[in-house]
């Protein structure tokens, strides 16, 4: 008679998520394995802050263990998802972690396979390339939810995050923006939804220089794009919107543009147009600014789709497409 046969790639699992599970412990996260119906998630890591609080922030984790996943590819590893993975991960409303672990070494490495799965690709490759570089037991909580744009700053205040807005100003005088600016010119939707872009950026700017008679016109490099992106990870970070930071993160790392979306207020984010206009009304009962009627700081401003000629063109072809298409269909 036989006995039942224990599978060393059991071993192999658990060896994987043990190493895990430390290395997460070891610099003050949250981690919670999935004890049932696994699909392609092993576990979530919570973030916890610098002052120990538990955010709700959390990354989905899958882990691979033993030298099978261990591929070279151009000096970093590679790994090959199966197809209803990468599916399953690219829709995930979370970021997620693939992370291999050698039990020979007791090293593990680490890739947000979502945000890699979400940039287009020139190829077809299947393959996700995870950098030796990323050595789980040597990366900080930070860099680890770098797709929730955390950030060393204190989770603040709806009033301390209005007093920051107000303080944060660029340091060129020929790109005179603030946070303020920026927060207050791009809220639409009857004030229940922020939008950012570059035309909100360069028009605060334009205004602001002509109401100064500056005789220069808006200068812009590195040091102000970079001003403009932190911006971004502020009402990320601050939960003021509740924007879609992972696209955010393919246009400035990957495409080298400065982002734009519209992402709906939360609470917080409502709360802070609220204390805005509280301000403003407090400013004028004193005296200190002039009475504007209807006119409000936080006031909604309208989104509009630019049609050009080239856009107004589009529309034909796209119903010569339509129309073709339903001949042969």
């Not at 190493?19 to 004890?35: D, F, L, M, N």
């Not at 909604?300 to 589009?314: A, C, D, H, N």
């Given at each position: 008679m036989n006995f039942p046969k224990y599978h060393q790639t059991n071993s192999q699992e658990?060896?994987?998520?043990?190493?895990?599970?430390?290395?997460?412990?070891?610099?003050?996260?949250?981690?919670?394995?999935?004890?049932?119906a696994d699909v392609g998630i092993d576990g979530q890591i919570e973030y916890v802050s610098p002052e120990?609080?538990?955010?709700?922030?959390?990354?989905?984790?899958?882990?691979?263990?033993?030298p099978s996943f261990f591929q070279e590819s151009q000096g970093d590893w590679v790994f090959y998802p199966e197809e209803k993975h990468r599916f399953y991960w690219e829709r995930f409303p979370l970021p997620?972690?693939?992370?291999?672990h050698n039990p020979e070494t007791n090293l593990s490495y680490w890739q947000d396979a979502r945000q890699v799965l979400r940039v287009a690709k020139s190829t077809d490759a299947k393959g996700i390339i995870i950098p030796k570089s990323n050595v789980l037991q040597s990366t900080g909580a930070q860099t680890l939810f770098k797709g929730f744009a955390v950030i060393d700053q204190d989770f603040m205040s709806v009033e301390e995050v209005l007093n920051y807005l107000i303080?944060?100003?660029?340091?060129n005088a020929s790109f005179p923006v603030s946070y303020f600016n920026l927060f207050c010119s791009g809220l639409t939707n009857i004030c229940r939804s922020l939008y950012f872009g570059m035309d909100v950026a360069i028009t605060v700017a334009e205004v602001e220089l002509h109401n100064q008679n500056s005789p220069f016109g808006v200068g812009m490099g590195d040091s102000e794009h970079n001003f403009l992106f932190e911006y971004i990870?502020?009402?990320?970070h601050q939960h003021?919107?509740?924007?879609?930071?992972?696209?955010?993160?393919?246009?400035?790392y990957d495409r080298a543009m400065q982002p734009s979306f519209m992402a709906p207020l939360t609470s917080r984010g409502k709360e802070l147009v609220r204390l805005i206009h509280e301000l403003e009304c407090r400013l004028k009962a004193e005296d200190?600014?002039?009475?504007?009627?209807?006119?409000?700081?936080a006031q909604?401003?309208?989104?509009?789709?630019?049609?050009?000629?080239?856009?107004?063109?589009?529309i034909e072809l796209t119903n010569k497409v339509q129309r073709e298409y339903l001949k042969i269909a």
């Open positions: 658990r060896l994987g998520v043990n190493a895990v599970a430390e290395a997460i412990a070891k610099i003050g996260q949250i981690w919670r394995e999935t004890p049932m120990g609080f538990a955010t709700g922030r959390m990354i989905a984790v899958q882990i691979k263990s033993g997620v972690l693939i992370i291999i303080k944060a100003k660029s340091n990870k502020f009402i990320v003021i919107a509740d924007v879609d930071f992972s696209d955010c993160m393919i246009d400035w200190r600014i002039e009475d504007t009627g209807l006119l409000r700081v909604e401003g309208f989104v509009q789709l630019l049609f050009t000629t080239s856009e107004i063109q589009r």
